[in-house]
């Protein structure tokens, strides 16, 4: 028994084309929130929680009707084509109110402001170190207090951006009526897309196919952090993003384009279905997993723990990811492209060997190890200031890197595991629903915190406490491990696995 990797590479390009969208929105949306519409953390964070409310409804609705449609083209792919282009029409359209509202607060002359400003604070912050390493306290005590001058300056920018907004709210109106748009278009399609990998793979092998699947979801990533590098996104405030969010979708394209060419989905799930029965490693009597039996009262509680247990890791998690070009850019004066690209590169070496770990000790201890790896790296964070060499950061999100991708490779196959006959896309809607309810609670609850504490204090320090309550819920679970028979370990070491 072997995974076929370039059939899982080709179907994993939707996952790509995902990934791709995803890394840019979360670098510039609520970049564009705080710095061109002026609003709080707090509101921020509102908005940026809207399209894991869509997709608490819309991930199992579309991930159920693709279980049951049949077209041509297969169950998955003609959601995966229709909800792409709709979401790159809409993306590109945002840009252009962005920039409208952008220009508003330019030719206030805000711009110019904060140039100002911010050259002052960064002269203070390398006073301020210079003062730390004399060991002058007295020197040190003054420069913190004009520092702190400095951020009420900063935070009367942002108010003043809000005032332009408010005056004209018509922009931002058309904003997020349009970002409805975008989000309403990609929720269609991500679970059919999640749920093809499932289609097309045997049950022993979906960890090893995950990992491939979020490999490329990772490349993806990537590449878009790259072209944030070459556009400058990151530390640069006042940024039309136009250009940059075209090359982004037509990576995306592109890769819609390698998916539509060269996945065949029909074919491919009849011929793992025919494996599967050759193998003998249906479950139960075809009578039996069609009508789809309920679940045990174990299977039940375990399916609820993991679910439990993604929510809690997706709160930690994307409290820090959905803000961190904000944190990297406002309070640590850090490049936050080259640092996450750090990361993913991480998660991109560890993905295959973390497959091939977990099919051999199980997918539970492989989680429980990456839980430890996250938050470790979370809680290393708290101790990094904007007086840190920025190199520091890169240990500790490499780390989280790879914890990441841990979890991540494990989690999505126990929940499909428990799947009963056909229903391997409303049980992935299962799972992304526990993850997007919790990235609804995460920037909201998140932004009100930094708004009251302040984002030093809170943004590292949020994300450790979820990950470390996640690893309690799952230390419990009991079921959704892959458990090959012995047959099956035969034919694995007689066939290896590439």
């Known amino acids: ?67 049951k449609v049949m077209t041509r083209l297969g169950k998955r792919t003609p959601f995966i084509l229709i909800g792409t282009l709709a979401a790159v029409t809409a ?4 840009t252009f109110i962005d920039a409208y509202q952008l220009s508003s607060v330019v030719e206030s002359g805000l711009g110019d402001q904060y140039q100002i400003i911010a050259a002052s604070l960064k002269q203070a912050n390398e006073a301020l170190k210079a003062a730390g390493k004399e060991g002058n306290a007295e020197l040190v005590a003054q420069i913190q207090a004009t520092i702190e001058t400095i951020n009420g300056q900063l935070d009367g920018i942002r108010e003043k951006t809000l005032e332009i907004t408010l005056n004209n709210i018509w922009p ?14 990609m929720a269609t399609f991500r679970s059919p897309a999640v749920a ?6 045997i049950k022993p092998l ?8 979020n490999l490329m979801g990772t490349a993806g990533g990537i590449i878009v952090l790259a072209l944030g590098m070459v556009f400058k996104t990151s530390g640069n405030k006042y940024m039309k993003y136009t250009g940059y969010v075209m090359a982004v979708c037509s990576i995306m394209i592109l890769g819609l384009i390698v998916f539509l060419t060269t996945v065949k989905e029909k074919k ?10 050759r193998l003998g490693l249906d479950e139960e009597p075809v009578a039996v997993t069609e009508g789809n039996r309920a679940l045990s009262k174990g299977e039940m509680k375990s399916l609820l723990l993991i679910l439990a247990s993604v929510a809690l890791w997706y709160i930690g998690y994307n409290s820090i990811t959905s803000k961190y070009s904000v944190y990297a850019t406002n309070v640590l004066f850090f490049d936050f492209n080259l ?28 989680i429980l190890a990456g839980i430890t790896m996250l938050a470790t790296a979370f809680f290393i964070g708290n101790f990094i200031s904007f007086d840190s060499p920025e190199l520091v950061m890169y240990p500790v999100f490499i780390l989280a890197g790879i914890g990441w991708a841990t979890i991540n490779v494990n989690s999505f196959p126990m929940v499909v595991e428990l799947a009963k006959g056909g229903e391997v896309g409303k049980y992935t809607g299962y799972y992304y629903t526990a993850s997007m309810a919790a990235q609804i ?27 470390v309550l996640s690893f309690v819920t799952m230390f419990f679970v009991k079921h959704g491990d892959s458990r090959p028979d012995a047959k099956t370990v035969i034919l694995d070491a007689a066939g290896g696995d590439d």
Not at 196 to 201: A, E, F, I, K, Q
Not at 444 to 454: A, K, Q
């Open 339 to 366: 640092t996450l690209i750090i990361a993913q590169a991480a998660a991109v070496v560890a993905y295959i060997p973390v497959g091939i770990i977990a099919s051999k000790i199980g997918r539970r201890k492989s």
């Open 91 to 94: 993306f590109i359209s945002l």
């Open 1 to 67: 028994m072997k995974l076929n990797y370039k059939r899982t590479i080709l179907v994993g390009f939707a996952f790509f084309l995902i990934s791709a969208f995803w890394q840019a929105y979360d670098a510039i949306i609520p970049l564009a929130l705080t710095n061109h519409f002026g609003l709080p953390q707090s509101i921020s964070g509102v908005v940026m929680s809207v399209d894991n409310i869509l997709a608490v409804f819309m991930l199992p609705i579309f991930g159920a009707i693709s279980d």
């Open 441 to 467: 609670v995460a920037p909201i609850i998140s932004g009100f915190l930094y708004d009251l504490f302040g984002m030093r204090l809170v943004f590292f320090a949020f994300g450790t406490l979820f990950v």
């Open 196 to 201: 093809l990998m499932p289609d097309v793979t």
């Open 268 to 277: 491919w799930a009849a011929e793992m279905e025919a494996e599967t029965k």
């Open 172 to 185: 931002l109106v058309g904003f997020i009526a349009v970002l409805l748009v975008t989000l309403i278009s």
């Open 206 to 213: 979906r960890s090893k196919g995950n990992a491939i699947i």
